[in-house]
């Protein structure tokens, strides 16, 4: 699974120990990434950003903490560009209740896991956003749901008053599933924080 390659291309990496990631793969393709598999700590060197998939929270963490993983990705969250997507979303909070959980508290935010029900309340909806083309298609499956932010994250779309894309900096994070959508707005998002973080680091060198 590698997409998108091309000469200038910014290579992202995706989580894949389990959940959506080949979907976000081709998402980050189509948007005009290379994606790669990231599967122990090593494939975490030389990417320019990580996207952070759907799936089980609690499972993922199980599978991170293997080959020292969990280890590594707690390092590259700090200092890199990384987007989180509804089970990510939970895993970069500061704090996750619904049950109190692990995380990599990065992000400024506090998530409830499960918070619009389980498999049978999915839904897809259209979703009030900041990001210039109008309303996002958002497709929510057993979402979490972001409770409260801290000063510096910036809330980019919204449900119901609550946010469900928020951005801190060079971090990303969505309590929906944009890769299941045609809509590349937020991909194409991810890879110009990454591509900025990148010309950023060469300037500083």
């Known amino acids: 699974m590698v997409t998108g390659r091309g000469r200038g291309t910014p290579r992202i990496g995706v989580l894949a120990l389990q959940g959506d990631f080949e979907a976000h793969a081709r998402a980050l393709g189509e948007a005009g ?3 790669v598999p990231v599967r122990l700590p090593a494939h975490l060197e030389g990417l320019a950003g990580l996207v952070i998939p759907g799936g089980e929270s609690s499972a993922l963490l199980k599978l991170a903490a293997r080959d020292g993983m969990y280890e590594a990705l707690s390092a590259f969250v700090w200092t890199m560009p990384v987007f989180g997507t509804c089970a ?4 970069l909070a500061r704090r996750v ?3 109190e959980q692990r995380s990599l508290g990065v992000l400024d935010a ?4 499960n918070a619009y029900g389980r498999q049978i309340d999915s839904a897809i909806l259209e979703t009030p ?6 309303p996002l298609e958002a497709v929510y499956i057993r979402a979490p749901r972001i409770a409260v932010i801290g000063p ?7 449900r119901d008053g609550d946010p469900v894309l928020v951005r801190q ?3 990303l994070a969505a309590t929906f599933h944009p890769e299941l959508s045609a809509d590349r707005r937020v991909h194409r998002l991810f890879i110009d924080i990454a591509a900025g973080a ?3 680091a060469e300037r500083a060198a």
Do not use: N
């Open 97 to 99: 209740l619904r049950p």
């Open 33 to 35: 990434a290379e994606a």
């Open 152 to 158: 510096g994250v910036e809330v980019l779309a919204e």
């Open 88 to 91: 990510g979303c939970i895993l």
């Open 169 to 171: 900096g060079r971090l």
């Open 110 to 113: 506090t998530v409830e896991r």
């Open 198 to 200: 990148g010309r950023g």
């Open 129 to 134: 956003t900041a990001l210039p083309g109008g």
